[in-house]
């Protein structure tokens, strides 16, 4: 079996070492270790594989916008070895056995562990629960459960999904939107939506529906994880939370530590996502809220569209944006160089916390001999102007066009053998 040898990188920022690897395993670490292929990993950081928690990975149903194979080696390209394949597909992935034909596509295509998110209720229709049980004893054995893309509104819906999946150590993670409250929603309420015209999506709608669910789960004593957190609102209730011993977990998106509303002023439906961009001081929340704890994850909300769903006017355009191949250079930028987060708490951010939420059992784990041979070799002193011709995913919907981005993947490893190498697929 080939080995394989990461020569003088910074393991999790810190001091230059060796990394063999052979048998799938994190053989040895150390210096001037020797292996059949070798990679230079002066000047990188390696961090163990990243998990995403919430990846549109759109098939079935959507092949025209991604599949199972091309989602996988955009997660590749961007450092991840897990992705959660969330549920809003064709069929929804409300049955054991679509989660099951999910799972299966995954493990063909072998290039990251998919696991697939089932849907809280049947059809996302939020009117009878999906058959949660059967989902989590599948093959796929599922744990986290969510409509994303719609919000679970019905309290008594979402009491009984948080109490339900406690027999199985599952997790519900909620799309925080009050939906009367964002009926024709187009971008964040503030000065730029009166501005521009456009219908205003308010923080109150997120904060809500976060504050009912807080106080649900802890009604129930159940897990909780709410999903791509936008406003400095959200950050206090879920630090009021956890002070009160809660169990709810929160996770912010790259694009929502990275951009502010302005950018709609351009009317460009790239920047179009659910839930919308927001000002500049939720933007300084999220990322202090991240950066203390108080957002355990960073996911990536991966959601590939087809042109002809995004290239349109603002009213008509998809929500969504693709963000698996940039993730990691935009925590670099937002986090890292700005010091609010060091190489360690981002491996905890974007690959311990997450596989522990998901409970995804050999993910996340510490760079040390033994341990699965999943790795990201990242080298965050290079800058690359992103050209969405040459994303990796089947769709363009990148926000990033034209934006000049600190850091490139070098190295991925999943299961001990490369997924990418020379910062292209291998
Ligand atoms: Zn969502």
């Known amino acids: 079996m080939t080995t394989y040898v990461i020569k003088d990188v910074a393991i999790l920022g810190g001091a230059e070492s060796d990394i063999k690897i052979a048998d799938g395993v994190i053989a040895a670490i150390g210096s001037g270790l020797t292996g059949d292929v070798v990679v230079n990993g002066k000047g990188c950081v390696a961090l163990p594989g990243l998990v995403d928690l919430h990846t549109h990975l759109r098939e079935p149903g959507r092949e025209d916008a991604e599949t199972v194979l091309s989602g996988s080696q955009a997660a590749a390209m961007g450092g991840f070895t897990s992705v959660h394949a969330m549920a809003n597909t064709n069929p929804v992935a409300d049955t054991a056995g679509v989660v099951e034909q999910v799972w299966r596509l995954g493990q063909q295509v072998n290039l990251v562990d998919v696991r697939p998110v089932g849907a809280v209720t049947v059809g996302l229709e939020g009117t009878a629960l999906a058959e949660l049980g059967a989902m989590a004893e599948s093959a796929a054995a599922v744990r986290v459960f969510s409509d994303d893309g719609k919000c679970v509104h019905d309290s008594v819906m979402m009491r009984r999904a948080l109490e339900y999946v406690k027999a199985f150590d599952g997790v519900v993670a909620q799309h925080a939107q009050e939906p009367r409250l964002t009926e024709g929603a187009q971008m964040n309420e503030g000065v730029i939506s009166g501005k521009l015209g456009l219908t205003g999506w308010p923080a109150v709608a997120e904060e809500a529906i976060i504050a009912r669910d807080?106080?649900?789960?802890?009604h129930v004593g159940s897990r909780l994880h709410v999903c791509h957190l936008s406003t400095a609102g959200s950050v206090d209730i879920i630090r009021w939370a956890k002070a009160r011993g809660i169990n709810v977990t929160a996770e912010v998106t790259p694009h929502h530590l990275y951009f502010t509303d302005d950018v709609v002023e351009t009317y460009n439906p790239v920047f179009k996502v659910n839930p919308p961009l927001r000002t500049r001081a939720d933007v300084e929340a999220v990322r202090a809220g991240l950066a203390d704890g108080t957002i355990d994850i960073v996911a990536t909300d991966h959601a590939p569209h087809p042109a002809e769903?995004?290239?349109?006017?603002?009213?008509?355009?998809?929500?969504?944006?693709?963000?698996?191949?940039?993730?990691?250079?935009?925590?670099?930028?937002?986090?890292?160089?700005?010091?609010?987060?060091?190489?360690?708490?981002?491996?905890?951010?974007?690959?311990?916390?997450?596989?522990?939420?998901?409970?995804v059992l050999d993910q996340g784990q510490p760079l040390e001999v033994g341990s699965p041979a999943h790795i990201v070799v990242f080298n965050p002193n290079i800058d690359i102007e992103v050209d969405p011709t040459r994303t990796v995913s089947a769709s363009r919907n990148t926000p990033y066009a034209g934006y000049v981005l600190?850091?490139?993947?070098?190295?991925?490893f999943y299961r001990g053998r490369p997924t990418v190498l020379d910062g292209a697929l291998a």
């Open 214 to 218: 807080v106080l649900l789960a802890e």
């Open 309 to 359: 769903d995004k290239d349109c006017e603002w009213a008509a355009a998809a929500f969504g944006m693709t963000g698996l191949e940039s993730a990691l250079a935009i925590v670099n930028d937002t986090m890292v160089k700005p010091g609010l987060l060091t190489w360690a708490q981002v491996a905890d951010r974007m690959s311990i916390a997450p596989a522990h939420i998901g409970r």
């Open 406 to 412: 600190p850091g490139k993947v070098v190295a991925t």
